[in-house]
């Protein structure tokens, strides 16, 4: 790890004494996160996040309030900025019991004078299942536990109001059902539109691609996209975000491997960040 960010921290060296004259385009997404996936936003130099994403059970009748009462799935964790250019951040999760360590590059930014008129960004997942034994079979070894997600994004603000993003990922598991691929690339797509003051409506789209045919043996796995659409109230110091999404996990890479829900059968969620300092 040590040695990817002193890689990172010489390459973004070079690029910011290149275009040290320029200045980057003024808050071009509320948060670093879109909802389901990453923006290119960092936290400031030595700034802390606390975050908590909350997922509702299925959609289903009034009975449950539509979700709302049945049984949710949460995350919570921080994200520190190592620099102003590098974040480092750590997460839990409760239904699948994963524990995961993050982080995110910001290889370049937009700049007022269009010398680069985008932003790119690479963010890596490291993620450890801590569920019981028994449930990676009779081969355990520890390595089985371990899934890996890794992202380039690319995004442009257009406008005063619009910010447009576009990325391609891969994940990876060391072990999985064998119904299932444990690897899949995908691309992701999705921007922000702000409505009025600090409410921005909020779109995203996720495409997974197995790379292998599943053993029609075990029966048909077909990935389908994440699609998810929403609102965003930002302050100085909090995000708030409220969507309809049919990614139920709280994992990138759990999200894109196991992506098999229909548009009609998502669920209710709500993301919160606080910028502790």
Same mark, same amino acid.
């Given at each position: 790890?040590?040695?990817?960010?002193?890689?990172?921290?010489?390459?973004?060296?070079?690029i910011n004494f290149t275009f040290s004259?320029? *200045?980057?385009?003024?808050?071009?997404?509320?948060?670093?996160?879109?909802?389901?996936?990453?923006?290119?936003?960092?936290?400031?130099?030595?700034?802390? *996040?606390?975050?908590? =994403?909350?997922?509702?059970?299925?959609?289903?009748?009034?009975?449950?309030? =539509?979700?709302?009462?049945?049984?949710?799935?949460?995350?919570? $964790?921080?994200?520190?900025?190592?620099?102003? #250019?590098?974040?480092?951040?750590?997460?839990?999760?409760?239904?699948? !019991?994963?524990?995961?360590?993050?982080?995110?590059?910001?290889?370049?930014?937009?700049?007022?004078?269009? !010398?680069?008129?985008?932003?790119?960004?690479?963010?890596?997942?490291?993620?450890?299942?801590?569920?019981? *034994?028994?449930?990676?079979?009779s081969n355990y070894t520890f390595t089985?536990?371990?899934?890996?997600?890794?992202?380039?994004?690319?995004?442009? #603000?257009?406008?005063?109001?619009?910010?447009?993003?576009?990325?391609?990922?891969?994940?990876?598991?060391?072990?999985?059902?064998?119904?299932?691929?444990?690897? /899949? /690339?995908?691309?992701?797509?999705?921007?922000?539109?702000?409505?009025?003051?600090?409410?921005?409506?909020?779109?995203?789209?996720?495409?997974?691609?197995?790379?292998?045919? /599943?053993?029609?043996?075990?029966?048909?796995?077909?990935?389908?996209?994440?699609?998810?659409?929403?609102? *965003?109230?930002?302050? $100085?110091?909090?995000?708030?975000?409220?969507?309809?999404?049919?990614?139920?996990?709280?994992?990138?890479?759990?999200?894109?491997?196991?992506?098999?829900?229909?548009?009609?059968? $998502? /669920?209710?969620?709500?993301?919160?960040?606080?910028r502790l300092r």
């Amino acid at each position: 790890m040590k040695k990817i960010v002193l890689i990172a921290s010489i390459v973004i060296a070079c690029i910011n004494f290149t275009f040290s004259q320029s *200045e980057p385009v003024y808050e071009p997404w509320a948060s670093t996160m879109l909802a389901e996936g990453q923006t290119t936003l960092n936290p400031t130099a030595k700034g802390l *996040e606390y975050y908590i =994403y909350h997922r509702f059970a299925k959609i289903e009748n009034i009975k449950d309030l =539509y979700g709302i009462y049945g049984p949710s799935n949460i995350r919570m $964790g921080f994200n520190y900025g190592i620099t102003k #250019k590098i974040s480092l951040g750590f997460g839990t999760e409760k239904n699948n !019991k994963i524990q995961d360590l993050f982080w995110k590059i910001n290889i370049f930014e937009q700049t007022e004078d269009n !010398k680069f008129p985008v932003a790119l960004a690479y963010y890596g997942d490291l993620g450890l299942d801590s569920r019981d *034994e028994a449930v990676f079979g009779s081969n355990y070894t520890f390595t089985n536990r371990l899934t890996y997600y890794h992202e380039l994004i690319i995004s442009r #603000k257009f406008t005063e109001k619009i910010s447009v993003l576009v990325a391609g990922n891969y994940s990876h598991f060391n072990a999985i059902d064998s119904m299932y691929q444990n690897k /899949v /690339v995908g691309v992701r797509a999705g921007g922000k539109m702000n409505l009025y003051n600090s409410m921005n409506l909020i779109v995203e789209y996720a495409q997974p691609f197995q790379l292998s045919s /599943v053993n029609p043996n075990l029966g048909q796995f077909k990935l389908k996209p994440g699609i998810m659409a929403g609102l *965003e109230i930002a302050t $100085g110091t909090h995000a708030f975000q409220v969507f309809y999404t049919t990614f139920q996990n709280l994992n990138q890479q759990k999200n894109m491997v196991f992506s098999n829900t229909e548009l009609g059968d $998502g /669920v209710l969620g709500f993301n919160i960040t606080v910028r502790l300092r």
